[in-house]
């Protein structure tokens, strides 16, 4: 059964730093991960999603790595900015359209 | 790209009534959607796959009687929370794939007072 958990739980850092969210999965055979933000109250939005043939993808300031043998996925954040400030999911499929949420990390960046 | 709706947004209810939430894929056809409930400061856990035509496959713990799930067509799938408890109080997601990606519509949240 697949498991998927996010270290740390929770992150305050301030304006600017660069930062990396970690995704760790149990089961390697994965066929998608995704990365999402939620905010407050609010739906899921997809940052960034990385096919089991893919090792990375970049968006803007965004940069989600994969590797499948050590199952971990990580989250790089440049330049962080107070708008970054949410909850980040990753969540992994095995194939089935059937997402195993992590358990999130919530990020405040101070101004 | 893809959207996916629900309705409605949020939703006020009073214990022992029901109450019907609407997943539906705006452009495009979904044999298959997913309902996700995530309670407060927690994660999405997955309750169900809602199957057209066909009856919905539950997640172990999920009682199949008190979450009514109807995927009646290829761009509609219903939940229906049954006899609500206030513990059924949570924010409540769809999703349906579109070739390699799932598009989660914007959630619904429940409170049952």
């Known amino acids: 059964k697949q498991e998927v958990t996010q270290i740390p739980a929770a992150l305050s850092v301030p304006e600017g730093e660069n930062l990396v969210l970690n995704c760790s999965f149990t089961?390697?055979?994965?066929?998608?991960l995704q990365w999402f933000r939620q905010d407050p109250g609010k739906g899921l939005t997809s940052l960034l999603l990385?096919?089991?043939?893919?090792r990375e993808q970049t968006s803007g300031r965004l940069n989600a790595s994969l590797d499948k043998s050590s199952g971990r996925s990580t989250l790089y954040i440049a330049a962080s900015q107070p708008g970054d400030s949410a909850t980040y999911l990753c969540?992994?499929?095995?194939?089935?359209?059937?997402?195993?949420f992590g358990t999130g990390t919530r990020l405040k960046v101070l101004a | 790209g893809a959207v996916v709706s629900q309705h409605p947004s949020w939703v006020i209810c009073k214990s022992g009534t029901s109450v019907k939430i609407e997943c539906r894929s705006l452009?495009?056809?979904?044999?298959?959607m997913f309902w996700y409930r995530q309670f407060p400061k927690q994660s999405l856990m997955l309750m169900a796959t809602?199957?057209?035509?066909?009856?919905?496959?539950?997640e172990q713990g999920v009682e199949k009687d008190k979450f009514l799930i109807n995927h009646a067509s290829l761009t509609l799938s219903t939940l229906t929370v049954t006899s609500a408890h206030p513990e059924d109080s949570s924010f409540y997601i769809c999703?349906?794939?579109?070739?390699?990606?799932?598009?989660f519509g914007p959630g619904t949240r429940l409170t049952v007072l």
């Open positions: 999703s349906a794939p579109l070739l390699d990606t799932q598009y």
């Open positions: 089961d390697s055979a994965i066929y998608n």
């Open positions: 990385i096919q089991s043939s893919q």
């Open positions: 969540a992994a499929t095995s194939g089935t359209y059937k997402y195993i």
């Open positions: 452009d495009f056809q979904a044999t298959t």
């Open positions: 809602s199957n057209e035509g066909s009856k919905a496959t539950y």
